[in-house]
């Protein structure tokens, strides 16, 4: 029995490793987005994600 909880104690080590580095990529992702919304030059880019940018009172000018 000692064999086969530990291969599921390494399948869950392993989803579990999938898992949160998924979410570091999804944060990353995330923050990079709002990062360049933010200090978008462009008017068209300012414009299309200025109201989405206020309401997350994330400051622009």
């Keep these: 029995m000692t064999a086969n ?6 399948a869950l080590a392993s ?3 999938e898992a949160l580095r998924a ?3 999804a944060l990353v992702l995330g923050f990079g987005l709002v990062w360049l919304a933010g200090f978008a030059y462009p ?3 300012h414009d299309a994600s200025h109201d989405t940018r206020h309401a997350l ?3 622009c000018h």
Excluded: D, Q
Excluded at 5 to 10: A, D, E, K, P, Y
């Design 5 to 10: 909880s530990s291969v599921n104690s390494t």
């Design 57 to 59: 009172s994330f400051p």
């Design 23 to 25: 979410a570091a990529i």
């Design 15 to 17: 989803s579990r490793l």
């Design 43 to 45: 008017e068209s880019v």
